[in-house]
């Protein structure tokens, strides 16, 4: 099965809930699945495996300041509409070959990334990324448009 990343479109109040545990984040639709690519996507963007910096950083959050909490079984980050708006800034008009120029599938091997494996084809794992790269992108737009937060987690 593996790791998927999870995104999720949230109000104010709705994060305040999950962060309270009243709400739970299994309960709420996941707005945004992007399988097991959010390692490989943060890394290609940001040459790290966590932590990478701001803007492109926001795109896969995994770092310490935007960690807010073991939360339903799982460690979530969050991210303000500000944020979310900078990130989709940052990327709206990467290209495919803008993105494939940061790819190196020999690196991303090297290092470990998730979920790279030596017998994976370079080209279909590019297209894999740039797949939910691009829905990344989109459902950011949408998120910036309603003027929500941004919960990633990784189940």
Same mark, same amino acid.
């Given at each position: 099965?593996?790791?998927?990343?999870? !995104?999720?479109?949230?109000?104010?109040?709705?994060?305040?809930?999950?962060?309270?545990?009243?709400?739970?984040?299994?309960?709420?639709?996941?707005?945004?699945?992007?399988?097991?690519?959010?390692?490989?996507?943060? !890394?290609?963007?940001?040459?790290?495996? #966590?932590?990478?910096?701001?803007?492109?950083?926001?795109?896969?959050?995994?770092? %310490?300041?935007?960690?807010?909490?073991?939360?339903?079984?799982?460690?979530?980050?969050?991210?303000?509409?500000?944020?979310?708006?900078?990130?989709?800034? =940052?990327?709206?008009?990467?290209?495919? =070959?803008?993105?494939?120029?940061?790819?190196?599938? #020999?690196?991303?091997?090297?290092?470990?990334?998730?979920?790279?494996?030596?017998?994976?084809?370079?080209?279909?794992?590019?297209?894999?990324?740039?797949?939910?790269?691009?829905?990344?992108?989109?459902? !950011? #737009?949408?998120?910036?448009?309603? %003027?929500?937060?941004?919960?990633?987690?990784?189940?």
């Amino acid at each position: 099965m593996g790791m998927t990343g999870q !995104y999720l479109a949230v109000t104010s109040e709705v994060l305040q809930s999950i962060r309270s545990e009243e709400v739970s984040i299994h309960s709420l639709e996941t707005g945004l699945d992007i399988d097991k690519s959010w390692q490989a996507l943060h !890394y290609v963007l940001c040459g790290t495996i #966590a932590d990478g910096e701001p803007p492109l950083g926001l795109i896969v959050p995994m770092s %310490g300041s935007h960690y807010i909490g073991h939360l339903s079984d799982m460690d979530v980050f969050a991210l303000s509409p500000t944020e979310v708006e900078e990130a989709l800034s =940052a990327v709206e008009k990467i290209t495919a =070959a803008e993105l494939k120029e940061q790819y190196d599938f #020999a690196d991303l091997l090297e290092q470990g990334v998730y979920p790279v494996m030596e017998d994976e084809d370079p080209e279909a794992f590019f297209e894999y990324i740039y797949e939910h790269f691009t829905a990344i992108r989109d459902f !950011y #737009a949408k998120v910036t448009a309603e %003027g929500k937060q941004i919960l990633f987690y990784i189940f």
